[in-house]
Each structure stands twice: as structure tokens, then as C-alpha cells.
């Protein structure tokens, strides 16, 4: 599915945030297509999570510019990204192991008859969205604490999707999981793509990050650093983007940017051929 | 979509089928396997509690006949409604993880000002109980906002409520040590009132009636969406148990008074909260709370709200046990609500399988838990046993039934059910 063309869902450019004295983030661009899978990579502390709250309105931007179907908005609250319509699964997934799958899936947007929870209705679109991912879980009556790390990752993702959003976030989905879940997110991550939604994988994991993404946007020390398509870039090439130890267009720019104060827009959005 | 999708999509939902259900389906013998795998589970339900309760009244009763008797069963109830009621709001704040400590406190102060407006202001009752509830309310508002807004453990916000309430009720009844009620008063009629075997007869049928009717609605709805439904035989079984059980119930309560008041609010507060629980948002998201709070806040939840609403509700409870036990004391004084009110309001919660750690538990543990507290004080008193023995004896049944929460918990956590 290739959507280079259209125009970005999420758009981003040069934000910037500040927690004190650290500039977690400086003049970051990013931009995500509808069916468009793009892995956001860095070391640790290079602002991939900061960005990610920033999207996800836990920890809103300083400064910058973030556009949602062309339009400008303001992401302030987690609720705002909710509302148009991006949904975050966080490592930790969050789910209550105490309910079953059901009521994890639409846990806070429960269908209601009479204004009682309508359970059957529930039930069966469970049923459905899971069917629909080709999602493998015993039962959608058990409790979420008896299903096994790639499934709890497969409903928290399937939870992710119950408002139908646009863009999804997928916080290291992988990263806790054995080699057949992982292959069971990943399938899944192509599902999410496949439906047209727009997909942000953070990991570490290149491997994995080659094998679903379409894009790779690579972040150091709160900068872009790369920003590669996969099948024109080497596995090098983004370990060399994430260590520093690259050469590129965008390295430069970023470094001239360093030295004078984030001018906001321009940055970092051209493509590398490496 | 791709082809094998599809496919499994028209094929039998397999992966959507209860394993519960599945098993149900085999037949009686099927009962048995899921009972044990529960069990092992560590899902033990109300069993431990069923089965402990038997046992006390087996020995009660081969120690003192009298136990068994109309009499003595009648009181029982009436002894355990008013804490009863207020061990429906400990399962709630339970629920959510936390604890609430002043509910005796709040029950007392609550009776007192109930007394003081009804029998020293002149209020009418139906004004001046509505008054006592709402200070309740209040009350419970007041804790649940100092512990969301500055982070305050609930265990100390409502230890600090369990001395300074004492106070105020203390300063509400003023140099008055005791405000009694008249024996024929709106209040004193909330203990004597009973049903004739009519009524409680009728209140079995239609709690029956409504317990099929839902349940066949449900089936149906079920099966028009194409999911497994719960088996027919399995609903007839459970209707028959539950008539049976209110029909004995009534029985015995009809051949001494009849169906008391006081028993039906109470009971009235576990079916309502029940279905608030289980069928609600609300109720749904109070679970949520309890079981992941990071999880509930992501999910749009307001969790403060449902903090500060849970609490308010406990102390609500606390104050309508209060207005029971003034009702059933005739009086309210300076220890209402004190002495054994909040450790046995919690011990019942716990001991009828609500659990400690939150997120697990249901409103009929407060039912089922202040019945078993209850029938071992009324046989020790029975029995003429010391208040020694009797505080050893509750003790120890407390403990016993924390232990076994743990261990349930130990249990669920080896077979994976958290």
C-alpha cells in the first residue's frame, strides 16, 4: 500500500519540549499516511516516548505545530487524541486483569440498553473484531489475567481499535514476547495496516521494525536523525542514524539547528537515499 | 481480508465459545468438573462461606436446639441488618482497593443526629432520616475528596474520621448521654414492622418470576446474535434453588413474626448494589478502579469521581445501618456505631469472599459474611459464653477467612487467573 502521495493524517512539525532544564525534544518533525506503518526508533532518552505523549496528549508540546487531517489542532488532554481519533497501546498495556476480555475491549465506551450494559452486544462485537484481526484468544469471557503475553498484547492492541481510529500507536508491542507472539503482533501490526489505519511502532527492535514499516523515523538525543524507507536503507544505516555515528543531510541540518535557537518549521522532512 | 479469515468468521465461533458454558453443556457431570477446576483455581466463590456457615450452625444448634428456632432466626436477622447495610458500603470501597475505617463512627454520629432532630428538634421522621442520610453522604464526599485531591492513604483519612466523628457525635448529643425513641415512633418501626405470610410469600414469587424472565431474555437475545447461550437446564436449576431457598427462608420468618422491614431493606441495598455493579458503567468502571487504576484512567475513566462517589456511598451506607441500629435500639447514645460496628462490617465483607486487594468481590459477601458473624454471636450469647471468648472466637474467624483470601489469591495467580 504505498500512500506517499496523499496527505499526512498526523502531521508534526518542530516541536519542541522542555521538562526544566532538559530539552527533551527540539524542532522534531514527523508525519504518519493512512495505511502507512512508520517505526519510530532511537536509543534510550533520544525523546521517542516524550514525542509519543506529546501525540497521545499525556505531555503536550512546548512549541510547534500539530496537524490532524490538514487541520491544525491542540492536543492537551489524552482525551483530545482520543477524540480524533488516535488510539495508544503503552507497553505496560493496561489492561484490568480482573475483567474479562469483553470488558477490557470497551472498558469507559460500554454499549448500553436502558442504560444498563448490554453485554450481548458487547459480546459479539468482541467476537467480531477479534475474528477480524484473526486474533487467536480462547475465550472473550475469561479474565484478561489468565491469557498469555502475545494474547493480552492482541487484545490491548483490539482495544485500541474499538473507537476506530486513525492512527494507532504501538508502544514496544514487541518487546516482552517470544518469538511466535511476536510474529503474532507483527501479523497483527499488518492487519491495523490493512485496514488503512495509520500505524507508529516504537521499538528497539530493527528487525522487526524492517519487517512491518514502510517508513523508518529515526530520533537522537531529541532530533530527528533519519528518516529511511525501508528496502533503500541497510540495517547500518539506521544503527548508524541511532548511535550518531551517520553523516547524513538531516544530521547536519539538525546540528546547525543546535546551534541557534529551534526556528520551528523545515527541518528534517526531506527523504535520505542512502 | 484475506481468505482464512473469512472462512474462520462463517465457521462455528470456536475462539468466542465460554469454556464455562462448554462444559455446562456436558451435563451434570460437567457441574462437577467445573466446580473442581475452580476450586483449584482458587476461585472459590461463596463455597468456603456456605460451608463454614453449615458448620456453625451445625454446632450451635447440637450445643443450644433453641439456635434453629423461628425465634432465634428472626433475630438474627434483625441483629445483622443494620451492620449488614453497612458492610454493603465496605464491599464497595473494598472494591476499589481501598479501605474505609469510619463507617462506625459515621453510623453512630449519623443515629444521633437522627435522634436529636426527630426527638429533640421535633422533626418529623421521614425529614430528619433523610436529614441523618445526607450527613452521612456528606461525610463520605468530604473523605473521598481529601483522599483524591492530596493522596492521602484512604486508611488514614478515614482512621483520622474514626476519632473525629466519635467527637462529633459526642458534641451533637451535647450533655444528653442517651436520646431514646418512643416505642411506637416512625423509627422504632423500621425494626418491628413485619410482613404477613402473604407478602413474603408474594415477594419470593415475583423475585423468582424476575430472576427467569431475565434470564430467558438474555438467552434469547443470545442466541438471535448467534452466541452460545447459557443452558436452559441451568437456568431451571438455579430458579428452583433460589425459590426454594426464599421460600424456606420465609417459612421460618412466618412462623415466628413474619418478613421484617428492616431484612428487606437490607437485602433490598445487596440486590440493588448488585445489579449497579454488574450492570452498569458505574459499576463496571468501580471494578476497573479496583483491578488496574492506571488502565481505567487511560480509558477515559474519571477516576477521582469514582473515588470520591464510592466513598460517599460507603458512608451513606454507614449511615442508613446507623438509623437501623438506633431503630432497633431504641435509642442512640454515646457509643452507638462504637465497639465491634466497623470490625465487623469489614470482617463480613471479607469473610463473605470480597477481597482485601480490590477489583474482586460482590455485594452478597456483605449478606453472606455478616450471617455467618452474626450466628456466631447470637450462638455465644446463646451459649452464655464470656465476651472473651466471643471477641476470640470472631477474631479468629476473621483471620481465617483473610487466610483464605490470600490464598485464593496465591491460587488464581499459579493457574494464571491473576
Not at chain 1, 470488558?103 to 477479534?130: I, P, S, T
Not at chain 2, 472462512?7 to 465459545?17: K, T, W
Amino acid at each position: 500500500m504505498t500512500a506517499t502521495n496523499q496527505q499526512p493524517v498526523l502531521e508534526l512539525r518542530g516541536i519542541s519540549k522542555r521538562f526544566g532544564a532538559v530539552q527533551a525534544l527540539s524542532a522534531v518533525d514527523f508525519e504518519v499516511r493512512e495505511g502507512e506503518v512508520v517505526g519510530l526508533v532511537g536509543d534510550n532518552g533520544a525523546g521517542k516516548s516524550t514525542l509519543i505523549k506529546v501525540i497521545a496528549g499525556v505531555g503536550p508540546n512546548d512549541d510547534g505545530v500539530i496537524r490532524f487531517e490538514g487541520r491544525e489542532v491542540t492536543i492537551g488532554r489524552p482525551l483530545d487524541a482520543q477524540a480524533l481519533g488516535i488510539a495508544t497501546v503503552y507497553q505496560d498495556l493496561a489492561l484490568c486483569d480482573n475483567l474479562d476480555v469483553v470488558a477490557n475491549l470497551f472498558l469507559g465506551r460500554e454499549d448500553l440498553r436502558g442504560g444498563l450494559l448490554d453485554e450481548v452486544v458487547m459480546e459479539r462485537r468482541a467476537g467480531e473484531l477479534l475474528r477480524s484481526l484473526a486474533a487467536k484468544i480462547p475465550s472473550v469471557r475469561i479474565p484478561v489475567a489468565s491469557l498469555s503475553g502475545g494474547q493480552r498484547q492482541t487484545v490491548a492492541i483490539s482495544r485500541s481499535l474499538v473507537g476506530d481510529p486513525k492512527v494507532v500507536i504501538l508502544d514496544e508491542p514487541t518487546a516482552a514476547l517470544g518469538v511466535a507472539q511476536t510474529a503474532q503482533v507483527l501479523e497483527l501490526i499488518e492487519r491495523l495496516k490493512d485496514r488503512g489505519h495509520a500505524v507508529i511502532l516504537i521499538t528497539h527492535n530493527l528487525a522487526d521494525a524492517s519487517a512491518v514499516c514502510d517508513r523508518i523515523v529515526v530520533l537522537r538525543l531529541g532530533r530527528n536523525a533519519g528518516d529511511f524507507r525501508i528496502g533503500e536503507v541497510s540495517q547500518e544505516d539506521v544503527v548508524a542514524a541511532i548511535t550518531g555515528a551517520s553523516d547524513n543531510v538531516v544530521a547536519r541540518r539538525a546540528a546547525r539547528h543546535a546551534a541557534q535557537p529551534p526556528a520551528g518549521q523545515g527541518n528534517g522532512s526531506e527523504e535520505v537515499k542512502a | 481480508m484475506s481468505t482464512d479469515t473469512v472462512e474462520s468468521a462463517a465457521a462455528v465461533p470456536e475462539d468466542v465459545v465460554d469454556p464455562r458454558l462448554l462444559v455446562r453443556e456436558q451435563g451434570v457431570r460437567g457441574y462437577w468438573v467445573i466446580f473442581r477446576r475452580r476450586v483449584r483455581g482458587g476461585e472459590l466463590g461463596a463455597l468456603p462461606v456456605v460451608i463454614g456457615l453449615a458448620i456453625i450452625w451445625t454446632i450451635f444448634t447440637s450445643q443450644e436446639p433453641r439456635f434453629l428456632s423461628a425465634q432465634n432466626l428472626t433475630n438474627l436477622l434483625l441483629q445483622v441488618a443494620a451492620v449488614g447495610t453497612i458492610s454493603v458500603g465496605i464491599v464497595l470501597v473494598l472494591l476499589l482497593g481501598e479501605i474505609d475505617l469510619s463507617v462506625g463512627s459515621v453510623s453512630g454520629l449519623c443515629a444521633c443526629v437522627l435522634a436529636v432532630l426527630n426527638i429533640k428538634q421535633g422533626w418529623p421522621v421521614v425529614p430528619a432520616i433523610i436529614a441523618a442520610i445526607l450527613v452521612g453522604t456528606v461525610i463520605g464526599t468530604l473523605q473521598g475528596l481529601i483522599f483524591t485531591r492530596f493522596g492521602v492513604p484512604s486508611f488514614v483519612v478515614t482512621l483520622a474520621g474514626l476519632i473525629g466523628w466519635q467527637g462529633v457525635q459526642l458534641a451533637v448529643l451535647g450533655k444528653t448521654g442517651t436520646i431514646n425513641f418512643p416505642f411506637d415512633g416512625g423509627i422504632a418501626k423500621l425494626t418491628n414492622t413485619f410482613f404477613p405470610p402473604v407478602i413474603g410469600y408474594a415477594l419470593v414469587v415475583v423475585a423468582v418470576a424476575a430472576y427467569v424472565a431475565a434470564a430467558l431474555a438474555d438467552a434469547r437475545r443470545r442466541v438471535r446474535s448467534g452466541l452460545p447461550g447459557r443452558p436452559f437446564t441451568d437456568t431451571v436449576f438455579k430458579a428452583i434453588g433460589i425459590a426454594v431457598l426464599l421460600a424456606v427462608a420465609v417459612f421460618v420468618l412466618n412462623s415466628d413474626r413474619g418478613t421484617p422491614l428492616a431484612l428487606l431493606i437490607f437485602v433490598g441495598f445487596v440486590v440493588l448494589f448488585d445489579l449497579i455493579l454488574r450492570r452498569t458503567r458505574y459499576g463496571r468502571s468501580i471494578f476497573a478502579v479496583g483491578g488496574n487504576v492506571e488502565a481505567a484512567r487511560r480509558a477515559g475513566l474519571n477516576v477521582n469521581v469514582i473515588r470520591v462517589t464510592v466513598f460517599a456511598l460507603c458512608s451513606t451506607m454507614a449511615a442508613i445501618g446507623g438509623i437501623l441500629a438506633a431503630s432497633r435500639l431504641l435509642a442512640a447514645n454515646q457509643s452507638s456505631g462504637s465497639g465491634e460496628t466497623l470490625l465487623y462490617a469489614i470482617a463480613a465483607a471479607v469473610i463473605g469472599g470480597t477481597s482485601l486487594f480490590g477489583g474482586r468481590g460482590s455485594t452478597y459477601s456483605a449478606l453472606l459474611g455478616i450471617l455467618v458473624i452474626g450466628s456466631i454471636a447470637n450462638g455465644m450469647d446463646l451459649l452464655g459464653l464470656e465476651s472473651s471468648i466471643k471477641f476470640m472466637i470472631t477474631g479468629a474467624v476473621l483471620l481465617a477467612a483473610v487466610v483464605l483470601d490470600a490464598l485464593a489469591r496465591r491460587g488464581r495467580t499459579a493457574h494464571g487467573r491473576g
